[in-house]
């Protein structure tokens, strides 16, 4: 699997910083809020967010739940997304909740929109988003998003949960494969 893999863009460190950097980010934004929320929803968009969520959760000292949503964009060997298919539900309690839909890449932009619209519709207190990479794409540009780890040049990647036809999702490190891996 190794051998598979072109460029690391972000090494296990780097990306270990980042999250930790983002955690402290959001855990300020939160004790921010007024009033203290007591409950936090996090809605980690599956499977590509899996490794992310996992880390982050450990620098939010919030009382939190987590409510995973499955969505599907980039099926088999695809490595353009194919457009957002929900393949889970919500929890239906989200209604005067403080929610975090947390995603691993935001690269068209329909998936993260998608999401939040069928969040929004449950009428939390609040709506906030954050991704671990966003790709240097129009359709990423036009998607706001409360918490960003890296931006990234317009390129496939994986590891860190990040798959390309279901492997690769356990590499440590955000790499680009080389061409002769993704035939």
Do not use: W
Request: charged content about 25%; glycine content about 8%; hydrophobic content about 45%.
């Amino acid at each position: 699997m190794r051998n598979d893999v072109d460029c690391i863009l972000f090494d296990r460190d780097e990306i270990a910083a980042c999250v930790a950097a983002i955690g402290r980010a959001i855990a300020d934004d939160l004790d921010a809020l007024a009033g203290h929320p007591t409950e936090i929803v996090l809605v980690p968009i599956l499977t590509g967010s899996m490794v992310f969520v996992a880390d982050l959760i450990r620098h939010l000292p919030q009382k939190l739940r987590i409510g995973v949503m499955s969505v599907s964009s980039y099926p088999g060997r695809s490595i353009e997304s194919k457009g957002a298919l929900i393949r889970g539900s919500l929890p239906d309690d989200l209604a005067g909740k403080h929610v975090l839909i947390v995603d691993d890449i935001l690269d068209t932009g329909q998936t993260l929109l998608l999401v939040r619209q069928i969040v929004e519709e449950h009428r939390p207190a609040e709506v906030r988003t954050c991704v671990l990479l966003r790709k240097a794409r129009p359709g990423a540009a036009a998607v706001h998003v409360d918490y960003v780890g890296f931006d990234i040049p317009d390129a496939f990647v994986v590891g860190y949960g990040l798959d390309y036809n279901d492997y690769y999702r356990n590499l440590p490190d955000l790499v680009t494969l080389r061409p002769e891996a993704m035939r």
